[in-house]
């Protein structure tokens, strides 16, 4: 009796977990402007995709075969989508099979946080870590200066001009305090340089059409609308935890952080829109990155990266990787995705750069020619 009243409730439990599931797999799919419970739902995708994979382990362990491929079917048939969440890959290719290849390309996006200025040396910190990384292209968010203190614009282009003949920088705000915006750093020709229109007071995009060898290929550098999750908000998501709150509290809490999450899906769908129609506009190989603040599998990355290939997915280490690391906040939300006329040969998260909020990534790709 017992037995069976455990089995139900966990064919309940299963039932359960597979529809958060599919519900976030649906948020790709589906505009936050039409249906928002996806959005919550794909945040959550590797809770959701680790509780599978234990229910396949449980149920097999109780010998109940037919409820375990029931969900590895499941689990196969979406294996193009959750991949991207949870990195299954082969072995990397050697690196003297990289250098040996005269069409490989090194790329690194990195958002900055304007260098995190305001602290001693962190700049020079950030400079010695793109002297080791030498990549070929260099595409930076947040990247700016304070004039009160920390590098001076001079001092950073100066550096960054040493190694890269060829640049590409778009300053979105400028004020008393300093500017910040986006930067393409090149050691080959950019031959156009343009901002992609979309309305947005902080955020922007921009392409630079780049001649490597004898080819050209456009590469879009992304900073997409924040969810703007302040200090105040993560102070409230700490009551979630706290025993001491009630539950009005808690639910305030929970309510002002959706909110944001929402408002910033929301805010990035024009933007995505934009990015992808400078996509389609153009005949040359696309590689698109930068901090898209969302998840693999949104509806702002799923719009972005329509025929294109996430370069960690193929390229990364096994297991799930996140690039923003600011709290308990553990998210990858800023990205490569490369034309599928590139094989990505490697990606990699930095967690050894701990000056920004996120992690850098580099990617080795080489065209499939």
Not at 25 to 47: D, N
Not at 99 to 114: E, G, M, P, R, Y
Request: a positive charge; aromatic letters at 14%; one cysteine or more.
């Amino acid at each position: 009796m017992l037995r069976s009243f455990v089995k139900y409730i966990m064919v309940a439990v299963t039932g359960i977990i597979v529809f958060c599931y599919f519900l976030g797999l649906l948020a790709g799919w589906v505009s936050p402007e039409k249906m928002v419970l996806p959005t919550y739902f794909v945040m959550a995708m590797p809770l959701w995709i680790l509780l599978i994979f234990t229910l396949i382990v449980f149920w097999l362990c109780c010998k109940k075969w037919i409820y375990a491929l029931i969900i590895i079917t499941i689990m196969a048939l979406t294996f193009g989508q959750w991949r991207s969440v949870i990195t299954i890959n082969k072995p990397f290719r050697s690196q003297q099979s990289i250098v040996d290849n005269q069409q490989s390309i090194k790329i690194l996006t990195f958002n900055t946080h304007i260098f995190n200025n305001h602290k001693d040396n962190s700049f020079e910190k950030v400079a010695e870590f793109i002297k080791e990384c030498d990549a070929d292209i260099v595409c930076l968010q947040e990247f700016g200066h304070y004039h009160r203190y920390g590098a001076s614009k001079q001092e950073i282009l100066k550096f960054f001009d040493s190694i890269y003949p060829y640049r590409h920088l778009w300053f979105k705000n400028q004020n008393k305090w300093g500017e910040n915006g986006l930067a393409t750093f090149s050691r080959y020709p950019i031959i156009k340089k343009k901002k992609i229109e979309y309305q947005s007071a902080d955020n922007i995009s921009i392409y630079s059409d780049i001649i490597i060898a004898n080819d050209t290929i456009r590469l879009i550098n992304n900073h997409l609308e924040s969810n703007k999750l302040n200090k105040e908000d993560r102070q409230f998501a700490s009551k979630l935890v706290d025993e001491d709150n009630n539950r009005q509290e808690i639910l305030d809490a929970g309510m002002k952080i959706g909110s944001r999450l929402i408002t910033g899906a929301k805010n990035r769908i024009q933007q995505a829109e934009s990015v992808r129609q400078t996509i389609d506009e153009t005949n040359y190989p696309t590689i698109t990155l930068g901090d898209f603040n969302d998840v693999p599998l949104s509806y702002t990355y799923k719009t972005i990266g329509k025929n294109l290939q996430d370069a960690y997915a193929l390229g990364g280490n096994w297991g799930y990787h996140w690039t923003y690391n600011k709290s308990a906040m553990l998210f990858a939300i800023d990205h490569i995705l490369v034309d599928k006329n590139f094989e990505v040969v490697e990606c990699k998260v930095h967690k050894e750069i701990k000056i920004s909020d996120h992690y850098p990534i580099s990617c080795i790709i080489r065209t499939n020619k």
